[in-house]
């Protein structure tokens, strides 16, 4: 079963692996917030789902002009049909005022000419209804689904992640936003176009139901270029499934959430630590966690929170190299020096014994100001991993995200045990409903089997 391969059989590499396979250009600096999300729209590979108010509220003139500018702002995107793979994107257009109709679905448009026509031949209805907003939703979920079965015979080798854009005037409270609940997957993004901002319903609904600041207006003279910036971070994601927790950070000179090209996961292993040659490398490629700011300490808070009883410390990705320097581990394996974001625990500094460092659990002390880092012995071996958390040699691990620029990250579905020549399935997005509906508030942590020594 293919959500077995992705997480319960993983064959963990002996003692002797090396890091030398070379991920991409260095990516982590040492006094980074985080990692940058790619911004370049013509790499991008999602599926996009244009959903257009056609009812009277919205008007022939903003439709032209959504029409004009829309066709103009994708011609920055590659556009594909019949294929999956990375850096090309589908799109899916759908009106609505009181019904819904799929104008083109996720095969039709084939060029940026198509689209251009597809969206300049849009017709304002007759009804002052937009009560057909939520059946559009169902109907991209149809043409997602058609579109699955498609991919599902090519074998595609990556997941493609989902963007529901809606443009509206108008909208149905609760059909609408009952249905969005049901159906809206924690890796999909929503972008909405508010044409009528002077509807406080309609602005209140849309910012609502909008993935953090990709709530955008007609009125703002910076909408395009906020819509393909949102495009860029909609295709920034650390995967389909909830084991990863994404770097977000609200960026005060943008005014607007900000996702960055990084994901952690607490991991817990039998064995001993080397950072050399890490456990997180072993499994997925990855790296331990590099804190360059307060930003990414701060997600650790909110992944660790009081569990104190259960494991006092979380290994982190910073030690000493053979120089004896407090240095970190790039994707690339490369050294990233320490740079000025040294948050020492009381009673400790990068002149306390120990070549590791851990976040520890201070008790007594508030969330906020927890969890700062001691120097510890690499060494910290446990006999195994089968019993209690406590038994496990706890680590934060740090994958790289997709992204415009990165196809090869952890939202690449993993390599299945298969004969020679043999291709592998994806998940249809009915799976991965039904997936994420199992796995809903389960806790982010994966327990690994024994390291070999």
């Known amino acids: 079963m293919f959500l077995l391969t992705l997480l319960g059989f993983v064959v963990l590499a002996s003692g002797n692996v090396l890091r030398n396979h070379k991920f991409g250009d260095i990516l982590v600096g040492s006094n980074d917030i985080a990692t940058p999300c790619s911004t370049n729209i013509s790499n991008t590979w999602v599926n996009i789902f244009l959903m257009i108010d056609v009812s009277t509220n919205m008007g022939a003139a903003n439709l032209r002009q959504l029409a004009l500018s829309l066709s103009s702002e994708f011609t920055q995107l590659s556009i594909a049909t019949n294929s999956c793979q990375p850096h090309t994107n589908q799109i ?21 000419q198509d689209l251009a026509n597809t969206l300049l031949s849009l017709k304002i209805s007759n009804s002052n209804s937009a009560f057909g907003i939520s059946n559009a939703f169902n109907l991209a979920e149809k043409a997602w689904n058609d579109f699955d079965s498609f991919c599902r015979s090519d074998f595609s080798m990556t997941d493609r992640l989902g963007v529901f854009v809606f443009a509206g ?15 809206v997957l924690p890796w999909d993004s929503i972008i909405t176009i508010n044409a009528n901002p002077k509807d406080a319903l309609l602005t209140q609904v849309f910012n609502n139901i909008s993935s953090p600041s990709f709530n955008l207006s007609m009125a703002d003279k910076n909408l395009y270029q906020d819509f393909t910036w949102a495009i860029t971070q909609a295709n920034c994601e650390c995967s389909i499934f909830d084991i990863f927790t994404q770097i977000t950070a609200f960026n005060t000179t943008a005014n607007k959430w900000q996702k ?25 490629g990855s790296t331990d966690a590099v804190i360059t700011s307060t930003v990414k300490e701060n997600v650790v808070r909110q992944m660790l929170g009081y569990q104190s009883n259960e494991m006092p410390f979380y290994l982190i990705g910073l030690h000493r190299n053979a120089q004896k320097k407090w240095v970190w581990t790039d994707y690339d394996g490369s050294e990233v020096p320490l740079g000025n974001y040294a948050p020492w625990a009381p009673g400790y500094n990068e002149n306390s014994p120990g070549d590791c460092v ?6 007594g002390v508030d969330l906020s100001k927890n969890w700062l880092w001691a120097p510890i012995s690499c060494q910290n071996q446990t006999s195994g991993c089968d019993g209690s958390d406590a038994d496990c040699v706890n680590v934060i691990c740090q994958t790289r995200a997709c992204d415009a ?12 045990i298969s004969l020679p020549g043999q291709k592998r399935m994806r998940m249809t997005r009915q799976e991965k409903i039904k997936y994420s509906k199992a796995s809903k508030g389960k806790k982010n942590r994966v327990l690994k089997k024994n390291k070999k020594l």
Not at 94 to 105: C, F, M, Q, R
Not at 170 to 182: H, M, S, Y
Not at 264 to 284: K, R, W
Not at 358 to 363: D, I, P
């Open 405 to 416: 620029d990165h196809a090869s990250c952890s939202g690449e579905l993993p390599r299945s």
């Open 358 to 363: 851990a976040v520890v659990y201070q008790s």
């Open 169 to 183: 005037a108008n909208v149905n409270v609760n059909a609408f936003i009952d249905n969005l609940r049901v159906h």
């Open 260 to 284: 960055y090209a990084d994901c952690f996961q607490l991991t817990g292993f039998g064995g001993f630590h080397d950072p050399d040659n890490s456990i997180c490398f072993e499994l997925s």
């Open 92 to 112: 899916a257009v759908i009106t609505y005022s009181d019904t819904a109709n799929i104008v083109a679905n996720l095969t039709q448009i084939q060029s940026h």
